[in-house]
């Protein structure tokens, strides 16, 4: 039985899938350089996430929470932004992700 989907919209278990991939790319991006929140919405959309503020910001405080991430305000202008950097714990853990990716690659694109 299947369902329409708005369009736009994604079904809850595609959230669910993708939703370690952007932390993934999250952390890359902040291992880079310096991300922020309207930034890294923009980057992921060039990947084909469209993912709002009110999912993007509870990922970006969990991987700070967890120690991955850490943030700090910088002025930009008249207003305030936060950036956040990829900590050491956070470097770590994308370089151990990245074998797991790697390997998983290898399974659904290689072994085709």
């Known amino acids: 039985m299947s369902k329409t989907k708005p369009e736009g919209k994604q079904p809850a ?3 669910d899938l993708y939703s370690g991939l952007i932390r993934l790319h999250v952390l890359h991006h902040a291992s880079e350089e310096p ?3 309207l930034g890294m919405m923009e980057e992921l959309a060039r990947h084909g996430y469209r993912i709002s503020p009110g999912s993007l910001y509870p990922i970006l405080h969990g991987l700070e929470k967890k120690g991955y ?3 700090k305000e910088e002025r930009n202008g008249k207003s305030l932004r936060k950036l956040y950097r990829a900590t050491p714990a956070g470097k770590r853990a994308l370089e151990g992700a990245k074998h797991k ?3 998983l690659f290898r399974e659904l694109i290689e072994g085709e």
């Open 69 to 71: 991430l850490r943030s």
């Open 13 to 15: 278990i595609d959230r």
């Open 101 to 103: 990716v790697r390997e």
């Open 35 to 37: 991300i922020f929140g």
